[in-house]
């Protein structure tokens, strides 16, 4: 079964402390995104993984092919980074993308 | 380049009333697939038009049906609306075989 999995649901950080959000997923992907959700809906596209890693200023995307894992991290956070995180997954021989409940990120200053 | 854009943001209908959304998508991009997203969840798959066909479909009733046209756009036509129905309606458009997607801001569809 196509299936993805993220945690922590909620979290809460203090301005500049490091962020990791997880994601798990059940089975062979092509692809895996990060989206990046703000109050009001909008999303906007992050990463598109589909081996190693990924660096975009203070965001760092991983992803383990053969452990089925996948880690964004926030360096450095800051409180605009406020908002719900979601790992969404291609999964192989299917074009709709499988998302994670989100990850809600708050950080305070 | 506009993006991915969606009309209406926002909607407020009636129980047993009829409601379509529109989106139109990246420019180059000639796929598109609508998800829906409830409060406090991870957005749930719909259908993906491409080449005017509706080429794959989630578990939704019948009562969810799109189209796209020529250009590309696509539109989701939702029939006799229950109240669950109310969430955040979402577009992405992509190339067809390519795993990039880029999404609108979404459409907000409350059902009274």
């Known amino acids: 079964k196509n299936e993805v999995e993220q945690s922590p649901q909620n979290l809460t950080a203090q301005e500049g402390e490091f962020i990791t959000i997880n994601c798990s997923y059940s089975?062979?992907?092509?692809?895996l995104h990060w989206l990046q959700q703000h109050p009001g809906g909008g999303i906007v596209s992050l990463f598109m993984l589909s081996s190693g890693k990924k660096k975009h200023g203070r965001l760092i995307a991983t992803i383990n092919i053969q452990e089925k894992h996948s880690s964004l991290h926030i360096t450095a956070s800051h409180p605009r980074d406020s908002a719900v995180y979601i790992c969404?997954?291609?999964?192989?021989?299917?074009?709709?993308?499988?998302f994670g409940t989100g990850t809600r990120l708050q950080v305070f200053p | 380049d506009a993006g991915v854009t969606q009309s209406p943001t926002h909607l407020i209908k009636t129980r047993g009333q009829q409601v379509t959304l529109r989106c139109s998508p990246k420019?180059?991009?000639?796929?598109v697939s609508w998800y829906q997203q409830a409060l406090g969840q991870g957005p749930q798959f719909i259908f993906q038009?491409?080449?005017?066909?509706?080429?794959q479909r989630g578990n939704f009733p019948d009562r969810f049906s799109g189209h796209q046209f020529p250009n590309y756009s696509s539109e989701l036509n939702v029939n006799a609306l229950l109240l669950g129905d109310s969430a955040l309606y979402l577009c992405?458009?992509?190339?067809?075989?390519?795993?990039?997607?880029?999404f609108g801001q979404g459409t907000r569809l409350t059902v009274v």
């Open positions: 969404a997954v291609l999964f192989l021989n299917t074009d709709k993308l499988i």
């Open positions: 992405a458009s992509s190339l067809y075989g390519e795993d990039e997607a880029f």
């Open positions: 420019s180059g991009h000639d796929t």
């Open positions: 038009y491409y080449e005017e066909e509706e080429r």
């Open positions: 089975v062979g992907i092509s692809a």
